[in-house]
């Protein structure tokens, strides 16, 4: 979605280049027209990148940032789009150049689509995006994922990661904890029998 949505903006003197590992994935994004151009290489996908969108689940972002840190050129702005921020800033530090600038991102659509093919450059308008300013990162970083915010359609509201992680685990895991919580107090009642068929 990110992919379609910059590529309608019609950027001037912008390519919008995908990588994955997967070739799968990359035949979708070609199929769908959401890059410039997808590679499985990722040396090649970063080369000469002024702006690095890191989509990935959480699991597999400490791995891709050991890979990717040490071939990023100086001046580069590393951003991502997870649920948490405190771990991923240790990472940041820990695996990217002084010269490179992370700041997070975390895209608020209205709707996730389920599938890749269900993309969609729409789901970012009048949407919130979190921005997330690490410690180090300069003033231009955070201006250019402010900007990519803006482009996507979206709001920039700017937290810090603390802030950030503890709102997400609050909207995000509560309800699935309250829940979880929830059966298993009905499920262990003695009504439990006759309860269920109105579960």
């Not at 027209?33 to 959480?58: C, F, H, K, W, Y």
């Not at 597999?60 to 050129?73: M, Q, T, Y």
């Not at 402010?146 to 603390?162: C, M, N, R, S, Y």
Request: glycine fraction near 8%; aromatic fraction near 4%.
């Amino acid at each position: 979605s990110i992919g379609l949505a910059l590529k309608r903006a019609n950027l001037r003197d912008t390519e919008v280049v995908g990588s994955s590992g997967d070739r799968n994935t990359l035949s979708t994004l070609s199929k769908m027209e959401a890059m410039d151009s997808t590679t499985g290489n990722l040396r090649a996908a970063v080369n000469g990148a002024q702006l690095v969108i890191l989509d990935v689940p959480i699991s597999e972002l400490k791995d891709l940032l050991e890979h990717v840190g040490p071939i990023l050129e100086d001046g580069c702005v590393v951003t991502d789009t997870g649920t948490a921020k405190l771990r991923v800033l240790e990472w940041m530090e820990e695996y990217l150049p002084s010269g490179v600038n992370y700041v997070g991102g975390h895209p608020l659509p209205r709707e996730v689509p389920r599938e890749m093919s269900d993309a969609s450059p729409r789901i970012f308008e009048d949407a919130h995006y979190c921005v997330i300013p690490s410690r180090s990162a300069n003033q231009e970083s955070v201006k250019t994922i402010v900007g990519l915010a803006e482009t996507l359609g979206a709001k920039p509201i700017f937290l810090d990661p603390h802030e950030h992680d503890s709102y997400a685990a609050a909207m995000m895991n509560l309800p699935t904890i309250i829940s979880a919580a929830f059966v298993n107090a009905t499920a262990g009642s003695a009504g439990w029998r006759e309860m269920h068929r109105l579960a």
